[in-house]
């Protein structure tokens, strides 16, 4: 079964609606892995829109499972990734206008940058992932660069229309043959929810799935816990191949 990661960020984005300490993302961090979760992500972004430096740092110190850190390839970025004692960073695209991360990282388009960053967080003992549409030309060079894991982007799928879901999941499906075969760590995320989770946690090969938004949400009616474990046993009903389109 795919580990779930939750991602904060969201509990930020309430608490910077006011930019005061509360809600405070690392506190609501806790109580998702005291409820099961089994790792922790979140997204500095340049323009601090949500998580803040002191988040990480807190988050360093209290998390217990895995600190998954997503980062761009600024320079200042991956400065601060390098020095977050993160267990995982995971590279994404970063554009100021988004709402939330658009589009997978241009593998191809970004190589040089790329080659030049990857090493460096690998010799601090980062586990490196790239986010990725699912295409045959991203993973191909995301294993030419080493990366450890592929995070497949699943926002295509999870807001396709119900005529061309079946056929989201089939290019995902191919993803994460594609990227095993290549020697590539399989994870997914973006858009998922209670609704689609389950056909995606039963993509071969996964190992992390990374859900934020409709955690965060669903947390406001049920709490913490009770979010946490519903989608942890969504995740187990799709791993056990009870997942459907
Ligand atoms: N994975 C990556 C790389 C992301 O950027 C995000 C959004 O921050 C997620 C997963 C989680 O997406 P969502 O909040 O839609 O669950």
């Excluded at 993509?203 to 979010?227: D, K, M, Q, T, Y």
């Amino acid at each position: 079964m795919p580990r779930l990661h939750v991602n904060i960020d969201h509990v930020a984005t309430v608490r910077q609606a006011r930019r005061g300490p509360r809600p405070d993302p690392v506190e609501w961090a806790i109580l998702a892995e005291r409820a099961g979760a089994q790792g922790i992500t979140c997204h500095l972004r340049k323009d601090r829109r949500h998580i803040l430096d002191a988040d990480v740092a807190q988050l360093r110190k209290v998390v217990r499972t895995l600190l998954n850190l997503e980062s761009s390839l600024e320079p200042e970025m991956v400065a601060i990734a390098l020095a977050s004692g993160a267990d995982e960073v995971c590279l994404v695209p970063e554009n100021r206008a988004e709402i939330t991360t658009e589009g997978g990282l241009d593998v191809v388009r970004e190589k040089l940058r790329l080659a030049e960053v990857l090493p460096r967080l690998r010799e601090k003992g980062i586990l490196v992932s790239l986010f990725v549409d699912p295409e045959r030309a991203q993973l191909e060079e995301a294993a030419q660069l080493e990366a450890d894991f592929v995070e497949l982007h699943t926002g295509s799928y999870a807001n396709a229309d119900v005529r061309v879901r079946g056929r989201e999941l089939e290019r995902l499906i191919e993803g994460a043959l594609h990227a095993h075969a290549l020697g590539l760590r399989v994870n997914a995320g973006h858009g998922l929810d209670l609704e689609n989770v389950a056909a995606v946690a039963a993509l071969p090969h996964l190992e992390e799935l990374n859900i934020g938004h409709a955690l965060v949400g669903r947390s406001l009616f049920v709490g913490v816990e009770a979010a946490v474990k519903e989608m942890l046993a969504r995740i187990r009903v799709g791993a056990h191949g009870e997942g459907s389109r």
